[in-house]
């Protein structure tokens, strides 16, 4: 049940909830001793437990999920655990490190024709080669995650894209072009809706509008993704949030 309905939870923020079902989920599991439901939704747990902030638990988590698909050699668990991980070291400050297990999930989601895995991939490998300040190679990944995500119809991948190419624009010192593209990732968001997407792109915007002098813009943007954040319990993005918050509140 957790997995059917992990979407709706993921995208209204109801990571709580999320964290609840899915931990009975995995007890349910073990209990009925079927190995390959409890990998599975070991993998969720710890993306739950990644978005709470809580990164030791669930590393720990993803690491059993992917010793289990290794052993059963199963391609796309591989892919998918390894992604989940890849955004821990992100989170972490570990953008070299995330590159490398963003290529490694990449590679296998080519290897088993896994569009949906391409797309993901391409879009966070762009992420974190942006953090990097590798803008070229970035906007390539990402263009190529847009291609799968409109042919798979994936608009939460979609929209990440449009605001990570928004964040390279906005480094690059175009921010016509930043804002633009944020705009339409945030139009995007709310359409699904994504609350998880929303603070992303509100927090963007609010730096495209700070570097451009538009300090109550900048100002109230921040104020919107630091109250998504605070409803969604999602302190890894709201931690971002409250940092551009209070550079828009020291530059007014």
Not at 224 to 244: F, G, L, M
Request: a negative charge.
């Amino acid at each position: 049940l957790p997995i059917s309905i992990a979407t709706f939870f993921d995208r209204n923020g109801y990571y709580e909830n999320s964290r609840e079902v899915r931990e009975i989920a995995v007890v349910s599991a073990r209990a009925a001793g079927l190995r390959e439901a409890e990998a599975s939704t070991l993998v969720g747990l710890g993306m739950t437990y990644l978005v709470l902030g809580q990164y030791t638990q669930a590393r720990e988590l993803l690491d059993t999920a992917l010793r289990y698909a290794e052993d059963t050699n199963n391609v796309r668990g591989q892919a998918s655990t390894l992604h989940h991980i890849a955004r821990i070291e992100m989170a972490r400050g570990n953008a070299p490190s995330a590159v490398t297990l963003y290529q490694r999930c990449l590679d296998l989601a080519q290897r088993s024709n896994d569009d949906e895995g391409q797309c993901w991939a391409n879009c966070r490998l762009g992420e974190a080669l942006r953090t990097l300040g590798q803008h070229t190679e970035a906007l390539i990944h990402l263009h190529k995650s847009q291609w799968f995500a409109q042919l798979i119809g994936e608009q939460s991948a979609e929209a990440l894209c449009l605001a990570e190419i928004g964040s390279i624009y906005r480094d690059q010192g175009h921010y016509d072009a930043a804002a633009a593209h944020c705009r339409q990732a945030l139009q995007l968001a709310e359409s699904l809706p994504d609350l998880a997407k929303i603070a992303r792109v509100c927090t963007i915007l609010a730096e495209i509008n700070q570097a451009t002098g538009d300090l109550p813009t900048a100002i109230e943007y921040a104020q919107r993704s630091v109250s998504v954040c605070q409803q969604t319990h999602n302190v890894t993005e709201e931690a971002r949030a409250c940092e551009v918050l209070g550079d828009a509140h020291h530059a007014s």
